[in-house]
Nanobody, 121 residues
Framework: QVQLVESGGGLVQAGGSLRLSCAAS????????MGWYRQAPGKQRELVAV???????NYADSVKGRFTISRDNTKSTVYLQMNSLKPEDTAEYYC???????????????WGQGTQVTVSS
């Protein structure tokens, strides 16, 4: 099993910044990818950013140029630096991890419990 623990959410004014962290622990042999999704009330969960094992990244169009995903492999931690926040960024943010754990030849997906980000106008 793998556990993902998020931190760093909160309330911020529009134009401000927050940094989310997600630390993974458990039976991880190797990491396939880690990333962040978000879900606003009444909307579907959407991909925000992902970073893969070789370091390539993808971002939602709505956050490009404002958000940056990074990782610390020594700590099995992924970060999301969020700048120039907008009210429409308000959502529950979920950490996502895809790991080889040895229980399968395929990577297994895990989710964090979520952290709320609220951007006031």
């Amino acid at each position: 099993q793998v556990q993902l623990v998020e931190s760093g959410g909160g309330l911020v004014q529009a134009g401000g910044s927050l940094r989310l962290s997600c630390a993974a622990s458990g039976s991880i042999l190797s990491t396939n990818a880690m990333g962040w999704y978000r879900q606003a009330p009444g909307k579907q969960r959407e991909l925000v950013a992902v970073i893969r094992s070789i370091g390539d990244t993808n971002y939602a169009d709505s956050v490009k140029g404002r958000f940056t995903i990074s990782r610390d492999n020594t700590k099995s931690t992924v970060y999301l630096q969020m700048n120039s926040l907008k009210p429409e960024d308000t959502a529950e943010y979920y950490c996502y991890g895809s790991y080889y754990t040895g229980s399968s030849s395929l990577p297994v997906d895990y989710w964090g419990q979520g952290t709320q980000v609220t951007v006031s106008s």
